[in-house]
């Protein structure tokens, strides 16, 4: 007998289901993607043990005639695709006609299907990929799955498993990305005969993300809205504020489906780098759609990984909608006094603060729909007088200025200290400035540049030297002037004006130390990474004494910017004292 033999059917299912079953959590989810193919406007599952024990997926849909439901659990069998022509051009979220068999390879498995208008329906009984019974049965319209014991006949892949709590964890964890995409669809989870998760048919997206990630985050998303070259970025995203530890925040999806893309992740990232330290993550459901032949979904065998045609050209679209969206959240505050009156100010006549009636007659003024007069007194006193009228409502103001609020004065020569009618505003000054600078070398303007009285010259190993000469054109859009001067050795003559004073050189080896751990992907990356660097060195110290107009100037350069929240290194560059957290420091509440 020969050493080499064809393996049985049953044995190439069972391992092939490695690849496509993984665990419960990919049964689940792809007995709900063939739900959704199937146009089911309401899908139930069910769960014991965390799937361990018991999955079963209910839907509503165009349901299969006997001969079909037999097929379906034949390997490659599938209603998705005909022609290799149609493999380039996947629009659906299942095609391989893997899923079925496999699951049915490695379970007791049922399967229950009757078409619309059908009298009887089919159920046929599978165990460990074997058929044990085929009959016709009064079933409703639509598709009834039941998953038994998976890996039942695999015992050491089954030891392989989870405890019930972290299976129930994937699941949830897919179901909700799955949901999330499908507002259209009645969405139901239940464990232990317990619900988990019921999302009614929702009208758009932004009331099925209040289910999935709650109406706060969901309350605070801003728009994404932009196409370029056949390649459109929709969705919302939460401001920077409203981080993670984890990219379980993340929503990533690819003509409807849900990904976990590399690629668009770090697009992402790159967009909020100047936003958020490093090591969180953001919160953003985002939806890339393009011509199905420029993606391909056939790289993974669960269909959780694609490839794009042109991979630089989705990055830099992604990140670009991203900034839009970004540039256009402004902070929030509101401006009023602590809530409760401290009992040692109840018999007390209120006062003004001392510097008060100059910082809020000033800012009010400007903040008044007519421009004349001030929207509210000019003279803020102290909590009694607020809470003596509780009928009336704490003025509120959206947006501010800055540079509208009274000057204290510096703390330690390194804090701006601001009085707000909300309380006391620190800034930190080299932080701000950071993003001063940063803003006006990352903007899409063309930079001005500061020639120098002698050029600097820099002297560089090999790949240090390859990496410089390759970048030489995105540092000349961002005002440098930088030539070979032969060997290892660079000329520079000009840097941009708002560096002038910083030694160019030192701004040139930080980002080439940057540019080689981070390796950026494209010109905009580039980009960002330069001015991040160059900021850093160009900005205001701390430590460093600053007069009153130098003081007005930053906080104005402040006001104009699309986003004001953070260095470009994402550590925040203003916070705010309320006055009831001031009481509280000296027991007064």
């Known amino acids: 007998m020969g050493k080499i033999a064809i393996l049985p059917d049953i044995l190439c299912n ?69 022609s290799i022509e149609d493999l380039s051009a996947i629009s659906s979220l299942g095609f391989r006609g893997e899923a079925l068999p496999s699951i049915a390879a490695v379970s007791r498995f049922e399967l229950n299907a009757c078409e619309h208008g059908a009298l009887s329906g089919t159920s046929i009984r599978v165990e460990g990929g074997v ?57 139901q989870l239940k464990s232990q005969d317990r619900p988990v998760y ?80 490093r090591g969180k993550f953001p919160v953003a459901v985002l939806f890339v759609s393009l011509s199905p032949e420029r993606v391909d979904v056939n790289v993974h065998p669960a269909k959780r990984e694609v490839r794009f045609r042109d991979p630089g050209e989705v990055s830099s679209t992604v990140r670009t909608a991203l900034l839009e969206a970004l540039s256009k959240i402004k902070p929030k505050f509101s401006f009023h006094g602590p809530q409760r009156q401290p009992e040692i100010f109840a018999h007390q006549r209120p006062v003004p603060f001392p510097g008060a009636q100059r910082a809020d007659a000033d800012f009010f003024a400007r903040r008044s729909p007519g421009g004349g007069q001030p929207a509210v007194p000019a003279t803020r006193v102290l909590p009694a007088e607020r809470v003596a009228s509780p009928t009336e409502a704490p003025p509120f103001v959206e947006k501010f200025s800055f540079s509208s609020l009274h000057l204290i004065g510096q703390l330690a020569n390194s ?62 859009a961002l005002g440098f002037e930088i030539e070979p001067f032969g060997g290892g050795s660079f000329a520079i003559h000009a840097t941009p004006a708002c560096l002038a004073g910083f030694k160019p050189e030192e701004i040139v080896r930080d980002y080439l130390r940057y540019a080689e751990e981070e390796c950026p992907a494209n010109e905009g990356e580039i980009m ?31 006001d104009s910017l699309d986003t004001p929240f953070t260095c470009p290194h994402g550590r925040p560059l203003s916070y705010t004292l309320t006055y009831d957290q001031i009481f509280r420091l000296f027991q007064r509440t």
């Open 415 to 476: 804090f701006i200290l601001l009085e707000s009618p909300d309380g006391l505003v620190l800034i930190d000054q080299h932080a701000a400035h950071e993003r001063i600078v940063f803003s006006s070398l990352s903007g899409k303007q063309k930079k001005a540049s500061q020639l120098l009285t002698l050029a600097a010259v820099i002297d560089l190993m090999p790949k240090e030297a390859v990496l410089l000469e390759s970048l030489l054109p995105s540092l000349c």
């Open 198 to 277: 019921d999302h009614p048919k929702c009208e758009g997206l932004l009331q099925r993300a209040r289910h999935v990630v709650g109406s706060q985050i969901a309350g605070a998303f801003s728009a994404v809205d932009y196409s370029s070259g056949g390649v459109s970025v929709s969705g919302f995203l939460a401001p920077p504020d409203m981080q993670r530890t984890n990219s379980q925040g993340l929503f990533l999806y690819v003509n409807g489906r849900s990904v976990y893309d590399r690629l668009l992740q770090r697009a992402v990232l790159t967009a909020y780098e100047a936003l958020i330290p």
């Open 528 to 558: 960002l990474g330069l001015a991040r660097t160059a900021s850093c060195h160009g900005s205001v110290r701390a430590g460093q004494k600053l007069k009153s107009e130098e003081i007005k100037s930053l906080l104005e350069s402040l």
């Open 131 to 187: 058929i044990k019974e085929v009959r016709e049965k009064g079933l409703p319209p639509g598709t009834q799955i039941l998953v038994r014991d998976l890996f039942y006949c695999l015992p050491a892949r089954r030891k392989f498993l989870r405890k019930a709590e972290t299976e129930l964890a994937y699941i949830t964890d897919n179901f909700l990305r799955v949901s999330l995409a499908n507002p259209g669809i009645h969405m």
């Open 14 to 82: 069972q391992i092939a289901a490695g690849e496509v079953v993984e665990r419960p959590a990919a049964v689940v989810k792809e007995l709900v993607e063939n739900s959704i193919d199937a146009g089911s406007t309401r899908i139930a599952v069910s769960l014991i043990e965390g799937g361990r024990r018991e999955i079963s997926v209910v839907d509503n849909g165009c349901g299969m005639s006997g001969e079909d439901s037999l097929l379906a659990l034949e390997r490659h069998a599938t209603s998705k695709i005909r």
